[in-house]
């Protein structure tokens, strides 16, 4: 009898696969992030952890045994959503694994740019003993969080240890208790001149890109900063550029972008008052056992037992 196959495309500790073949005995399992590895398993797989650019062609073949993927990662808007949707293939994502490391970074972006850690740095690299014109600070201030999920929520509860009001903007506009106010995406011009720090953790889809434009720029206060940690795109980058050279705004921490890697050329890398960082918001020593743990071996329980896994199941109509 044929062994039912898994392919999990990146290298992960042993005691993580021991912990799934634990789940899964009589199965074969192929671990490794190299294509050669795995390539010739794909038609095979039912299970595969971890999306690669050579899974998109198997999806053209006939005698398809794939029934369910696990995304490495939170965002899935690169992968073809139509496609998987069509062949109801079920997609899990990596939603909440980035939530502490990711809410920490968010912090670190604003303490930097409002106690200006960035330019004494670039002080001490030259020696130099200056103020800089130091005069802001955290508490007390208004923090506008887009995108409440597990990221949004953590980084309102930092927030509140600031004693910070916390306003945020989810589709669905339900309350939660780490919300002084919610709103809706449709209602973000009427809540940017409230915000000294707009906090952008959403995903990629249709209604989000480039929700923040010229105009909603144009909006904020000029003392205020913007946090992108979601994706580039749903911000208009030259309208941000913009936005920043003529001190519509006093700041930006980005850590995605419209492309990437940032072309050498972008005129942000210029900019004072921008602190860029390489899309790793969401690096972490904790990632791997997140996402297999806490995620990935209970869905694959539900799986096993008949059931749709539940944690982090895509709905391929939001495309999240």
């Known amino acids: 009898m044929t062994k039912r196959k898994m392919i999990i495309t990146h290298s992960i ?4 696969i021991k912990d799934i073949q634990e789940a899964v005995p009589d199965w074969e ?7 050669h590895i795995w390539q010739d398993h794909l038609q095979d797989a039912e299970i595969i952890a971890g999306w690669k650019k050579g899974i998109a062609e198997l999806l053209d073949g006939e005698n ?9 990662s939170a965002g899935v808007n690169y992968m073809p959503l139509s496609v998987l949707s069509s062949h109801n293939i079920k997609l899990t994502s990596a939603a909440g694994v980035h939530a502490y490391p990711i809410s920490e970074t ?5 303490l930097a740019l409002t106690r ?18 130091i005069n802001l600070e955290i508490h007390g201030k ?16 930092i927030a ?7 306003i945020g903007v989810r589709f669905s506009g339900k309350s939660d208790p780490y919300a002084d106010e919610m709103y809706t995406a449709q209602e973000i011009d009427e809540i ?15 209604e989000t890109k480039h929700l923040f434009g010229a105009k909603q720029f144009s909006l904020m206060k000029p003392s205020s900063f913007f946090i992108n940690i979601g994706r580039g795109e749903i911000a208009d980058e030259q309208a941000l550029i913009e936005a920043l050279r003529d001190k519509k705004i006093a700041g930006a921490g980005l850590d995605v972008f419209e492309k990437e890697p940032l072309d050498e050329n972008s005129p942000l890398w210029e900019l004072d008052n921008v602190i860029i960082t390489p899309h790793t918001a969401g690096s972490t020593e904790h990632y791997d056992q997140r996402l297999i743990r806490d995620i990935f071996l209970p869905n694959l329980k539900q799986y096993l037992a008949g059931e749709d896994p539940s944690i982090n199941l895509v709905d391929y109509k939001k495309g999240y």
């Open 160 to 166: 509140k240890a600031f004693g910070m009001h916390v």
């Open 116 to 133: 200006k850690i960035d330019q004494y740095v670039k002080n001490q690299q030259q020696k130099k003993w200056h103020h800089a014109d």
């Open 142 to 157: 208004t923090i506008g969080i887009f995108g409440f999920g597990a990221i949004g929520k953590e980084t309102a509860k």
């Open 192 to 206: 940017l001149l409230k915000c000294d720090y707009i906090a952008v953790t959403l995903p990629l889809t249709d």
């Open 106 to 110: 968010i912090f670190a972006l604003m």
């Open 13 to 16: 500790h042993e005691s993580y």
């Open 29 to 35: 399992l192929i671990v490794g992030k190299e294509p």
């Open 64 to 72: 398809l045994k794939l029934k369910w993927i696990q995304s490495w």
